[in-house]
């Protein structure tokens, strides 16, 4: 019999107030769309194109939105999930779909100008009310947020007369997408105050917990077929009619959170490592993305994509075989994974690193740096002992950094403990 997620996590995750229509908040996003887009307009030139400009390679660092129409089809919403939250504030999840007929254009120097007619964004998201509060407006904050990294395809005008197209596209895509990560996918958050009185502390939502991902074995793993890319290095040896037996890693993501990579394993089809890495848990509808590649000296090269949600293969038992795909195509590749559910707890003990006397005497300690850009214009010591020794491990003070500034922040230390 396979193994089963504990009962009082079995609930937690299958917690749901049911799916619903979202007619009323598309037709309030619909009369809202005009403003909408004028808000839009002002966060891709304030926010979106300052980040582009130190994100994008090579020329395309140059280019400037130079016209900005959403076009009038506005953002639509579905299947709303209304559930209360563990801090008592009350959390809606609703997929999204923009089939967008806009008018964006690009320019800068060395590059043409680019235009792009229709933008395709799927994705759910997740909208937080917290605080909750006694007065009017009765809401303290809404906090809204992509639970996973959104689906984007953008149709550029005159594309088939633009050199290095597919580069382009690719590259403009994929920094967008890491604008909107460091933005608005779990964990990170677009937080807007309704009530001005409302403590960032207070609308601060915690982390569920710690997810364990342990990759298995693959199997089924094979190099890309005839007519495929491949590195340099591939094609050397095809020519040679050497056999290629790829040097497989994996990349596993979680969210927004930072990439984990394993070990390669040399010259295996059906590689095994056995690696585990800790991640952060925001929401049981995360996904778990594992990216097979084969290690080259040129340039790597795809092998299989494969994924789950947290949720998904924790009800099965905390162990998946995932379907890998290439391409969007279904392959033979299979990789299994496991994962293991871990609460947070305010409990030194608990700490998955023992702390030693070593530790306590010489802790590395925090440091908070107050930025102007990339700039450091401040900063202040934390000692590890002042956070352990806090009520609760919770340390929340104004920090001195120097030059009469000060940061408000909190610092909280918590062990782990597996979900029974």
């Not at 795809?302 to 924790?314: C, N, P, V």
Request: aromatic fraction near 6%; charge should be negative.
């Amino acid at each position: 019999m396979a193994n089963q997620a504990p009962a009082s996590l079995v609930d937690h995750l299958t917690a749901s107030g049911g799916a619903e229509p979202a007619g009323f908040l598309n037709d309030i996003v619909k009369n809202l769309w005009p403003n909408i887009c004028v808000a839009g307009s002002n966060i891709i030139k304030d926010t979106v194109e300052p980040i582009l400009a130190t994100t994008l390679p090579g020329p395309l660092a140059n280019l400037r939105f130079v016209k900005i129409d959403f076009g009038h089809i506005p953002i639509g919403f579905s299947n709303v999930d209304v559930h209360k939250t563990s801090a008592g504030g009350i959390k809606l999840d609703m997929d999204m779909n923009w089939e967008g007929v806009c008018d964006f254009e690009l320019d800068g120097k060395m590059v043409p100008k680019i235009g792009v007619e229709r933008v395709h964004m799927k994705g759910r998201i997740s909208v937080l009310l917290c605080p909750l509060v006694n007065v009017v407006p009765l809401i303290g904050a809404v906090q809204i947020a992509f639970l996973n990294t959104p689906t984007l395809k953008l149709d550029f005008t005159d594309a088939a007369n633009i050199a290095d197209f597919s580069v382009i596209d690719s590259t403009v895509r994929k920094t967008i997408l890491g604008v909107i990560d460091s933005m608005a996918v779990l964990p990170n958050r677009f937080l807007v105050k309704l009530d001005p009185n409302t403590d960032y502390f207070k609308a601060f939502q915690p982390h569920y917990g710690v997810v364990r991902v342990t990759i298995g074995k693959a199997t089924g793993i094979d190099v890309p077929k005839h007519g495929e890319k491949k590195s340099g290095l591939k094609k050397l040896m095809a020519k040679v009619k050497l056999e290629d037996v790829p040097d497989c890693y994996v990349k596993v993501k979680v969210g927004a959170e930072g990439e984990w990579k394993t070990s390669t394993v040399d010259n295996n089809r059906e590689p095994e490592w056995n690696e585990s890495h800790d991640f952060l848990v925001t929401d049981f509808e995360q996904d778990i993305t594992a990216d097979i590649q084969d290690e080259d000296m040129v340039g790597d090269d795809d092998m299989g994509l494969g994924s789950t949600t947290i949720k998904e293969i924790l009800l099965k038992g905390g162990t998946q075989e995932l379907v890998l795909t290439h391409k969007g195509q279904e392959t033979s590749g299979r990789l299994v994974i496991h994962a293991k559910f871990f609460h947070l707890v305010n409990d030194a003990q608990a700490f998955t690193i023992p702390i030693t006397t070593d530790m306590l005497a010489n802790p590395a300690g925090f440091q908070l740096s107050l930025l102007n850009k990339t700039a450091e214009v401040g900063s202040a010591q934390v000692a590890f002992s002042d956070v352990l020794t806090a009520e609760g491990m919770v340390l929340q003070d104004n920090f001195n950094v120097g030059n009469g500034s000060s940061i408000r922040a909190q610092i909280s230390l918590h062990g782990v403990t597996e979900a029974q």
